[in-house]
């Protein structure tokens, strides 16, 4: 079993920055694609970043390119999303997720597909004031 825990959520004002940690174990963190999604309030699941698990490729949702970076440190099992210039549609509850059946094949909307993750963190908060 592969444990998923997100951390670094809170409260920023518009146009703030806050980083995002998603810690696993239980697993090879670095043969493992890792993703992030977020769900606000009355909407879907919605992608917002990944990451392969070399660190060599990575994928974002329109919304948050140039805003949001994605990282990895495997020497850690650890993933990050650096979150810039955040705005108040930003505000959700974000999720950390793992791929741990590597069925890439190259391809950018892989990882923006939920069911590819077959592990997930509880979630962190992420609030966003106007």
């Known amino acids: 079993q592969v444990q998923v825990v997100e951390s670094g959520g809170g409260l920023v004002q518009a146009g703030g920055s806050l980083r995002l940690s998603c810690a696993a174990s239980?697993?090879?963190?670095?043969?493992?694609?890792m993703g992030w999604f977020r769900q606000a309030p009355g909407k879907e699941r919605e992608f917002v970043a990944a990451?392969?698990?070399?660190?060599?490729?990575?994928y974002y949702t329109d919304s948050v390119k140039g805003r949001f970076t994605i990282s990895r440190d495997n020497a850690k099992n650890t993933v990050y999303l650096q979150m810039n210039s955040l705005k108040p549609e930003d505000t959700a509850v974000y999720y950390c997720?793992?791929?741990?059946?590597?069925?890439?094949?190259?391809?950018?909307?892989?990882?923006?597909?939920?069911?590819?993750?077959?592990?997930w963190g509880q979630g962190t908060q992420v609030t966003v004031s106007s």
């Open positions: 997720a793992v791929d741990t059946r590597r069925r890439w094949t190259g391809t950018s909307g892989y990882f923006r597909t939920d069911t590819v993750y077959d592990y």
């Open positions: 239980g697993g090879t963190f670095s043969n493992y694609a």
């Open positions: 990451i392969t698990w070399t660190g060599g490729s990575t």
